[in-house]
């Protein structure tokens, strides 16, 4: 069984589900990544408002109770009640641990951030398949271009939800995979 760690960047999928009208169901959403699969790790990274350092306290425990591996960091201020809080080099530091380390044989990126690019490029360089995991509507096709896969996670909600009308005991399963690029 192929050996995975998803790596989930909460803002971004936060971004992308709201575009759907959707809040983000973590635990359907590491069930469906890891699906047929052994799931090693899974990341999400949280940022935290400096306006409201406590704001997002349940919602990261509720993360950690469930066994996901939770990175948080608080945001900077910007103007008005704004922040930013950018995770790049974060999941980048984590993800190369473990291309390098050799016992895993896919990275989900559940992030369709063109900034992450270079790094799915690392990935494919150390002998991993990089599965990029996120909507049509947020993915930047630069990052698409290097991927060796593509979870389109519009796709399997509307299935879905189409499933859940007909049929609600039964589960969309990941086939939804597009192969992109072949592993380097």
Do not use: W
Not at 52 to 78: C, Q
Not at 87 to 110: H, K, P, S, W, Y
Request: proline share 4%.
């Amino acid at each position: 069984m192929e050996r995975v760690v998803i790596f989930s960047d909460h803002a971004n999928n936060e971004s992308s589900f709201r575009k759907l009208g959707i809040g983000i169901d973590y635990l359907g959403l590491r069930d469906y990544l890891g699906e047929g699969r052994t799931i090693v790790e899974n990341f999400v990274y949280v940022p935290i408002s400096p306006f409201n350092p406590e704001g997002k306290k349940g919602f990261v425990d509720f993360l950690r109770r469930n066994g996901f591996l939770v990175r948080t960091k608080i945001g900077k201020p910007r103007q008005g009640n704004k922040y930013k809080c950018n995770f790049d080099v974060e999941i980048a530091i984590d993800v190369m641990r473990f291309a390098q380390q050799g016992n895993v044989d896919i990275i989900v990126l559940a992030c369709g951030d063109g900034d992450m690019r270079r790094l799915c490029e690392e990935v494919r360089l150390c002998g991993v398949r990089c599965e990029i995991a996120s909507t049509d509507e947020s993915v930047a096709p630069e990052l698409l271009e290097v991927a060796s896969g593509y979870i389109n996670l519009g796709a399997a909600i509307q299935q879905q939800r189409q499933t859940d009308e007909n049929n609600p005991d039964q589960q969309v399963p990941l086939e939804t995979v597009e192969q992109v690029n072949p592993v380097v």
